[in-house]
């Protein structure tokens, strides 16, 4: 029995893997409690969109994918930018347009030039097996990288986070807060997309920080329990996959929200007995 | 000098004129807030107040016309309470120390800071229900957060938009006592509010806009149905009651509003 469960641990392509699923799960985790508290989970989900029309592109050109899908990832970001300034169409709809035709130009690219269905189905799903150790260097120095700034950012973030007009007044360049964040998370988008996958990356953004808010009211406490979260469902996930033989990112998504759906119900049945404790006074 | 005659200008306005999209929110407006004012910005919906107050802020550049502040003066902030996201998750301690952000980078709470916001908090009654989530307070509670934020990185100029609005009576007179308090301390204070007679009248300088400005003074010389008028665009009366001008919407007007709800309906 023990045996069995340390059993692929004697791969190293799937130690390669959990390692990079760790990580990974804990580098969205830690950026999904701003795209959570504010509101922006389409962006996390539009932007991994946009970076896969990149992925494609530099696929096909042949130059490396995160050169090729960074540009296009910042292109993609102004474009929306821009887009989102008409007033009349608004910023959600400015994301649709622009990321869904950046993922059709990927798909079209791919079906025409690319190796076609192999590497779609990997960008899609992403490959955990196929992880290089250039993925594990990526994914570690940004989740440094990501780290060192929102310790270096902390009160900055947390203001403009919460109350930016506010901050802007008190004098904290909400503008630049915002281009940080959206930095960090084309960032995190781009080394993370080949491991989990276009489709599912914006689950691991929302997810463990969605968990995270449910059990503390401190954002302080949310920017280290959504990580571990991230980390432990990246960790737990791998392993359930190999013994279960299913897709390693869906299965690490669904025990991400085996955690949310548990502690749903665990913090909804704490909030009824204090009901019942306010009603028995 | 002169200085003592009369008080420094904080904050300066001269022909300002504000726009968004091409449509003018302030139009041609001239006005100073000095030391020591504490002065209502009044004015129907649309008129410009809050656009005034971000102008003066900085917020907002001026179309034409410009603002001048007091080389080095610190304001600060208290947005509307409808405007706070009540379920972000920080508790009132946090929320008051948030404007520190000016003060470093250091993550963590220092001493320093920590014997300030204990000051401030205890200054307005907020130290019992320091650690407590911001949605857990009363209303009054709630309002006090904002202005404990405010205060914490010692302002020379506070300035409020809408501190009544969508709060109780017990509320509003617990925040304006507050805030007669903090001026009588030396603290220089604008705020916009549509309520004339529980807040407007109370001040000491009132400013009626309307795009323009319509009158500038003390209530008894601004509050005045030809101001009103001018400003609302409808007629309402003025009583006196123990000194101070009650504003009255007249009946006319009330009428006619209740009848053509009775057609919609």
Known sequence: ?????????????????????????????????????????????????????????????????????????????????RIARRRIIGADAAIGVVTTASFAIGLALLNR???????????????????????????????????????????????????????????????????????MLSLTILVTMRVIGTLLISALLVIPAATSRMLTNSFARMLWISPVLGAVSGFVGMNASYHLDTSASATVILVAAIGFVVVYAATGLRGRVRVAHVHHI | MNALAVPQA??????????????????????????GDFVGIVGPSGSGKTTLLKAVLGSI?????????????????????????WNFPVTVLETVIMTRSRNGWWPRTTKDERDHAERVLHRLGLVDVAERHIR?????????????????????????????????????????????????????????????????AHLPRVVCINKRIIADGAPRDVLTPVVLEKTYGAEMEVLIHGGMPVVLESGADHVARRLSNLTTF
């Open chain 1, 1 to 81: 029995m023990i045996a069995t469960l340390f059993e692929p641990f004697g791969y190293s392509f799937f130690n390669n893997g959990l390692a990079v699923a760790t990580l990974a799960g804990a580098l969205c985790g830690l950026l999904g409690v701003f795209v959570v508290l504010r509101g922006m989970s389409y962006i996390g989900h539009g932007l991994s969109h946009a970076v896969f029309g990149g992925a494609a592109a530099s696929a096909v050109v042949g130059i490396n994918y995160f050169i090729g899908a960074g540009i296009w990832a910042v292109v993609s970001g102004v474009l929306i930018g």
């Open chain 2, 136 to 200: 857990e307070l009363s209303g009054g509670q709630q309002q006090r957060v904002f202005i404990a934020r405010a205060l914490f990185h010692r302002p020379e100029l506070l300035v409020l938009d809408e501190p009544t609005s969508g709060v109780d009576v017990r509320t509003r007179h617990e925040v304006l006592h507050l805030l007669a308090d903090l001026h009588d301390e030396g603290l220089s204070i604008v705020l916009t509010t549509h309520d004339l007679n529980g807040l407007a």
């Open chain 2, 10 to 35: 904080l904050v300066e306005c001269h022909e300002l004129t504000c726009a968004y999209d091409g449509s003018v929110a302030v139009d041609d407006v001239s006005m100073a807030v000095r030391r």
């Open chain 1, 113 to 183: 030039y690319g190796q076609a269905k192999k590497s779609i189905e990997a960008v899609l799903f992403g490959s955990v097996l196929g992880v290089q150790p250039a993925d594990i260097w990526a994914v570690s120095i940004v989740a440094v990288l990501v780290g060192l700034l929102v310790i270096a950012f902390y009160r900055r973030l947390l203001f403009a986070t919460f109350d930016p007009d506010v901050a802007q007044v008190t004098g904290v360049k909400v503008a630049w807060v915002e281009a940080l964040v959206m930095m």
């Open chain 2, 61 to 85: 550049p001026p179309a034409s016309g410009h603002v001048h502040r007091l080389q080095g003066l610190t304001m600060a902030y208290v947005p509307q309470v409808e405007s706070v996201d």
